[in-house]
């Protein structure tokens, strides 16, 4: 016997189709949740509290695992498990930054994930000055040999984070870029649209061959003071140097003290739980978070607030009649410092066909749009579920749903479906990365909200029996 | 010939009484200054830009008074002047703090001036939970020898900064309450009203005959981790301590590592300027801020905007005919750690008599309120200055006056009139003593109101020949 959900005047139609038989009740529906949900704080609470920073390859993720696995079983899930994988680990040591012309004074500084070390001894060198990402790039290399490079971009905020491709550029690849120049070492102003001297960490990449350099991210003051500095400088000729010609600015120098080790590969974990589903020959449905967090913070927003949400939405389907689909969930390890996670779950479980995809990795904030990516014969279960997320104030969006990090690999691999329930990420950008992840800054009414609209997803496409994944094209 | 600068029909009589002659143009009133005061915020920027953190008694200090001197003479000031003194200088060294259990956690931490060294490795112990610095002292020394202190009493925020005071003791005083009840160190909760994990810094100090012990202020994210640490703990019985009796619970370990050292006797010094006044039997009037900031930020709040605020201010008076009175700059030195530069200014000035003294040390944030403290024979000049600074939407207080730090010596010992211009300290708690005290912090839309208002105080007071200072009660 099947029961479709769909909206209610073809329920009702399907029932009357059955032969007399009484379907069980129908899944709580959001509207029945209690209205005060505290398991997905308490997740977040739990985790920033009993483990706090849990960077990946660390014996911190080890004890998040630990932590994780003792939580979902707890919590009653199924078939929950620790699945192991080895990574390259990079972590931070010292990290100290000065200005030493024209006018010394520190700076809040914080070394980007697979910087090199300066040495024990600090570096110095002379600041070369670009306003933007794409002003480095188009430098002639003789500009950059030998010298600091700053790039001063900064992130504006948006409600849908949307700057952070472009100005994390800086980040991403500025450093390959100016160590493929010559470069000694570079200074990003922090990818952050905050005013604090918590300087914003994160991943960046070098290309195979080019050796890497020492890389850090200064805060947004101490950034904005480097500015003022640079521009006293050009004002100040450098003695001897003034001429016909005109003269040469005082250089603007800087040390750097940056630490950071590598470790080689270490384990880190994915962890899984599953809702069982009644039908086991429908493909499940993944739902993600990332476990680990990079070091500076506790990993509240980023991404323990993540794991609160999904894992009390599937808890709260859980307590109803068992779903069709098996929900899955998977605490991904080591997704900031390069998706190894989401990655490993894409190749241990490349063989088993999956459904839909979905992920929560962008804060607490409420959930303000709904994006999909069904396909055409689900146009139905797609207007039911906007429609239920309607009165959460949750608009529908334009374009296709793209999914998370950790769910990307499985997407990729097997074309699957997508819901994305977007957050609010107006805020998320002062927070990212830095020391001020950390469990005050979760608002626990808006957390509720997202629980809600992802109960509320959950228990539409989790009972929908119809096809969901769209496949790969050839 | 005398002007007074009286309420307008006041005025109007006594120019008539005088024998015909063309009174000189009265001083520019608020109403007539540049709408777009930009000084104030050029001292601020160029002191925060230019010197940055200048602690007292370090050479940073002495750049900062090489820059005043340079700064107030570029201006026009008259009798510019450094006069130096000789303080006791504590500078920090390495400060670092974590949770060892129940939960390894780190700790974002800051010594507090005068801290004694954990020295180079780490210290160990057991927390000892106080809510308030009220419980520490009446706990029994029994229950602290030994033990870590930690004294958790959050600070409110007030437009008044009246919580200072009170929660404030924590810090000025939490140390050696501890330390005679045999604690081996204590950790405070940030005397601050944010939620970033920058901690606050501030003075302590131990009586003579107390032996300084290891003394440090955590983040208010971090204390909140530490107090749900705690509660956990509590939680937790002490493994082999169950008994009929009930059970121990698990202890709270805290790792401290503080390196600070005492650096003994070194030179600070106030900068002093004048508006000289016409009539030198007049008494002149003193507004002051403090030059001197803590090391961990820029002092942009704390104090360079007052520096700016009384110094455009005064600048404003003298592009008018001169004053009556002198107007004494006062830009003191070492203020922070013990208002060395107030007690140097006392000392140095106390046979000269003085009239009136004001002082900007509270921000940069928009002025609320004006308290007066004036004889009775000046309450014409009292409500002319209410009058005058009531469109700017400051209101008259029912308090008297209580003056600024680095101006309480010389109140005291002759017991000066005072005009506090109350700024609204809303958010001066969330940036006090800690790294985000930078420029970026101050509003120059804000901080022009300040001008204006000082500037009409300014030209009202030091226009004014009637007797001002009350003089001390023998």
Redesign the interface.
Known sequence: MKIYIVPVATALLAISQQSGAIPPPPPPTAAQLPVKDTLAFEIT?GL??????RQAGTE?EQRARDWAVNKLKSLGFANVREEKFDMPTWVRGEEKAWVVS?????M?ITALGNSASTGDKPLEGEIVYFPTYDALVDAPAQMVAGKIVFIDHQMKAAQDGSGYGYFGRARFTGPNVAAKKGAKAIIIRSIGTD????PHTGNTNFEAGVAPIPSGAIS??DA??LV??VK?AWAIPLPGSQSELGYRPTPVIVRLLLTPNNLGQQKSGNIIAEVPGSNASLPPVVIACHLDSWDL??GAIDDASGCGIITAAASYLKKGPPPKRTVRLLWAGAEEVGIWGGKAYGEAYKAQPHALAMESDFGADRVWRVDFKLPESAKPLEDKIAAALAPLGITRGKDPATGGADVGAIIAAQGLAIVDLQQDGTRYFDLHH???D????VDPEQMRQNVIAWTTVLENVANYEGELALGVKP
């Open positions: 609470e920033t509290t009993e483990v706090g920073p911190a024209p006018f010394p004074t520190p809040a005013n604090h001297r918590n947004n003051p904005d003071n003022r500095q006293r913070g506790t830095t020391p001020d950390t469990l005050d800054k």
